[in-house]
């Protein structure tokens, strides 16, 4: 049966499976935190539905449990680190504990994070950077199988390559109080007693496939159809069925997502391939599929504070003025309003902190089965 449940109790359901792969019980109520805020975010495909995949993970050897970043380069301005294939929820955010301070000293910081095991939500980084009123900017890679086609192309050839930028708008939104500690989450980009309402940061944060692969997943274990345009099959025909990227197909091969933009997603998924793994270190996907369920992502980011570039002042008018003269817009056909990136991840906080987060069954189905696989038991 398809269920509801309350972020706090699926947070500790989450921590106790991942306590289970070997985490530090720190580590696991972090990594849970991040998931469930995922969920609460609106984004299910990033949320606790990747449990499975990462107990796997960790039983491969693949994602090292209680791993830290390591420094290889700390110019102060330039920060290379590598993930060491620790969760991505812990490396990613010891990066951006690590970039912001010297964003803050030097005005930027550009951080290269090689072997992180899967990041997640990559918003996640750039609300930590904007809830201190810095511009972050985030390019990222996934080596793991290629599910999205190139523009032109017949089959995948790299992932779903998530691109994100994330811009403060309001000093008064901001939080008095100190960054934002590791397991702490960050607010969504504002005051967290304003989510829902307009206002809050610019949180631009998607794949750079026509959609995101776990949102096949999810759409496949609900049994729906997806839109055209979004998936190819293993013989490269367009096709609606979720399916032929999350199950091997007739002839054992999987179909392909599309980039979104035609011509220019798949521009900007070579751009996050080249700088989120090549310029990183971690590496650029170029070897047929293989059934590892290990996901290393590579990401580069520039964080930039506009109070050191000597333009705050403008920055803070322009920006306002300009986002109240996007909202004076009158509502298109089919919407209620003109919103900014990242109001519905908070208004889907707003939502769900209320209601519960919703799983569906085999969702469900498939993290108890990976408690049973490390001897914890949340049916
Ligand atoms: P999506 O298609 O839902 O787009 C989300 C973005 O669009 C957000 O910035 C959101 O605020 C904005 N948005 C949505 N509706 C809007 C509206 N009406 N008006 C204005 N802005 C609007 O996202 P996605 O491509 O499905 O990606 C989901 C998540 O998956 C992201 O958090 C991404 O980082 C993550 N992801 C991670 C990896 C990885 O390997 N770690 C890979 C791919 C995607």
């Known amino acids: 049966m398809p269920r509801t449940i309350q972020a706090a109790t699926l947070r500790t359901q989450v921590a106790a499976i991942i306590a289970g792969t070997g985490s530090t019980s720190v580590e696991a109520e972090q990594v849970a935190a991040n998931l469930v805020l995922a969920n609460l975010s609106g984004h299910d495909s990033h949320g606790v539905g990747m449990v499975p995949r990462y107990v796997d993970a960790a039983a491969e050897g693949g994602l090292k449990p209680n791993a830290s970043v390591k420094i290889n380069l700390d110019t102060g301005p ?12 812990i490396v990613g955010v010891q990066a951006m504990e690590l970039a912001i301070p010297r964003a803050k000293q030097h005005g930027t910081c550009v951080l290269s994070l090689a072997n992180a095991h899967h990041l997640g939500r990559i918003g996640h980084f750039a609300e930590m950077a904007t809830a201190q009123g810095l511009v972050s900017m985030h390019f990222v890679n996934v080596l793991s199988r290629p599910v999205v086609a190139p523009w032109g192309g017949g089959d995948g050839r790299f992932g779903t390559n998530p691109c994100c930028i994330g811009i403060p708008l309001k000093g008064a939104h901001r939080p ?13 980009g504002g005051d967290p007693h304003a989510a829902g309402e307009p206002g809050g940061d610019f949180i631009l944060d998607y794949a750079t496939s026509r959609v995101a692969q776990g949102k096949m997943r999810v759409a496949h274990n609900k ?6 345009g979004y998936l190819i099959d293993e013989h490269g025909a367009p096709t609606d069925d979720p399916g032929v990227v999350v199950v ?70 322009e920006a306002s003025a300009f986002i109240s003269w996007l909202r004076q817009s009158p509502p298109g056909q089919g919407f209620d309003a003109v919103q900014i990136a990242g109001e519905p991840e908070r208004r889907a906080r707003a939502a769900r902190e209320h209601e519960g987060i919703w799983l569906d069954d085999a969702t469900w189905g498939e993290i108890v089965a990976a408690g049973a696989k490390v001897g914890v038991s949340v049916g």
């Open 176 to 188: 008095a109080a100190g960054p934002p500690q590791g397991g702490a989450a960050p607010s969504g």
């Open 248 to 317: 091997p197909q007739s002839n054992g091969l999987f179909g392909a997502l599309m980039t979104f933009g035609e011509h220019k997603g798949y521009g900007m998924a070579v751009a996050c391939e080249l700088l989120g793994g090549a310029l990183t270190g971690g590496g650029t996907w170029h070897r047929p599929a293989d059934t590892a369920r290990t996901v290393l992502n590579g990401m580069l980011a520039i964080v930039i504070d506009p109070a050191k570039l000597g333009t705050q002042a403008s920055f803070e008018e």
């Open 78 to 89: 330039m920060l290379a680190l590598d993930g060491q294939r620790g969760y991505g929820q």
């Open 223 to 228: 049994g729906e159809r997806v839109p055209p």
